[in-house]
């Protein structure tokens, strides 16, 4: 069975590489039209690029999600443009490899949550009204295996915000959910993005291990999952996290 996105708008953020760049090229191969955003401005046109089709396929946008006022000119821009958003997929977000509680400073707890969870918290408050009005849509937030079992390597701040997008995700499910509107959390486990490779850089094999699947994840892995919680194959299913981490977390 084929997927098809066809006149759907697709608003994805962290869309400049990694994760958020196979979501959207998958839900641009679909048929969506999507609306790449991230901080990194030069490498979402690059996303809208690959592409193909110029703005009849794609629209880059730069934004700091961190800043209320930019994701209100986000929104602004968007609904301008586009008259809507159908698909919200909340990618952007922070990573950082810290061991103990007191490796984290109070800045940097401050500055991975505003990204991680209150940039998501942002977009979604943005874009609701709209997504009601419209009474259908689909919003995917991205939690992490280190909500389900605590940071093994990654900081304590990590955690905590990965494990708190659970909590909005479930909220915003059932005030979504009278109008049509899914909302679900996918929880990467070990996805070669860059950051990743560099952290299992020489260790491959000891991570591969201790996945029973034996092997590590890509991001078209979770790309292809967060198409399925885009598509009407899911539309009965809304306030549950999806692990995607080849059997490391059962739960």
């Known amino acids: 069975m084929n997927i098809n996105l066809s006149g759907k708008i697709a608003l994805i953020t962290g869309a400049a590489g990694g994760i958020g760049r196979a979501c959207a090229q998958t839900l641009s191969e679909a048929g969506a039209f999507v609306v790449a ?6 490498g979402v046109q690059e996303t809208v690029d690959l592409i193909g089709g110029g703005r009849s396929q794609g629209l880059a946008v730069g934004c700091d999600l961190s800043k209320p006022e930019a994701v209100t000119a986000l929104r602004d821009q968007v609904l301008a443009e586009t008259g809507g958003v159908d698909i919200l997929v ?33 977009v979604c408050q943005a874009f ?40 909005l995700t479930r909220t915003l499910a059932k005030e979504g959910g009278p109008f049509g509107i899914t909302v679900n959390a996918v929880a990467p486990g070990v996805i ?30 979770v790309a292809n999952v967060v198409l399925f919680l885009a598509s009407p194959l899911s539309s009965y299913i809304t306030g549950v996290v999806l692990d995607i981490n080849g059997g490391m977390y059962m739960g």
Request: aromatic share 6%; glycine share 10%.
């Open 192 to 221: 070669l993005t860059d950051p990743v490779k560099k952290q299992v850089a020489g260790h491959e094999d000891d991570y591969t291990k201790s996945i029973p699947l034996q092997r590590l994840g890509q991001p078209q892995d």
């Open 37 to 42: 955003v991230d901080l990194n401005e030069a």
């Open 90 to 122: 909340n990618c952007a977000g922070l990573i950082s490899y810290r061991k103990g509680i007191n490796a984290v400073s109070v800045n940097e707890w401050d500055l991975l949550l505003d990204v991680n969870l209150r940039g998501t918290f942002l």
């Open 128 to 167: 609701i009204d709209n997504m009601k009005e419209r009474r259908n849509g689909a919003i995917i937030t991205f939690s992490s295996l280190a909500a389900r079992v605590g940071g093994i390597e990654v900081g304590i701040h990590y955690a905590a915000s990965k494990a708190a997008l659970i909590g």
